[in-house]
């Protein structure tokens, strides 16, 4: 665990993501961090979307680049929710070179609570926040 983050999902850059420069172009670091987080939320948390009354969506997301990676490099992406409001939640996420505690990216992602039968936010659920804390507490057991 790195800087206290609890969660983590490692991933190889594929030659589609990098551009000319032959670095990750800037935008795949969004999908990495989707990739992570829905896994937070699957396999950290134990969520299952199709069962259970939850849905998010993003409101904002700002990235802040320290290093570039590229091809063929393993990555960590290092995942924790460090807000949760009435209706959102912020998670900080963090990107790794494999074996590198240094980030080459750092993240705060704001995620919104979502109807999507009323296309409107609504409320966090108190199942999913009693998981969140609990997770992040260390009282929910990691994978």
């Known amino acids: ?34 990739v992570a987080v829905t896994e937070y939320f699957l396999e950290g948390l134990k969520l ?49 070179k494999e074996g590198e505690e240094d980030p080459i990216l750092l993240a705060e992602i704001i995620y919104v609570s979502y109807d999507a039968e009323t296309k409107m936010s609504r409320p966090v659920p108190e199942f999913v926040r009693a998981r969140i804390e609990a997770y992040e507490s260390g009282q929910l057991s990691t994978r």
Do not use: P
């Open 48 to 96: 299952d979307f199709e069962a259970e009354d939850f849905d998010f969506v993003l409101a904002k997301s700002t990235l802040e680049y320290k290093n570039s990676a590229r091809l063929n490099d393993w990555l960590t992406i290092w995942c924790k929710m460090s807000k949760i409001g009435n209706s959102s939640m912020t998670m900080n996420c963090m990107i790794t």
């Open 1 to 34: 665990m790195v800087n206290d983050y609890r969660f983590s999902h490692r991933l190889k850059v594929r030659y589609s993501e990098i551009d000319g420069q032959k670095i990750v172009f800037n935008a795949h670091y969004l999908t990495y961090i989707d």
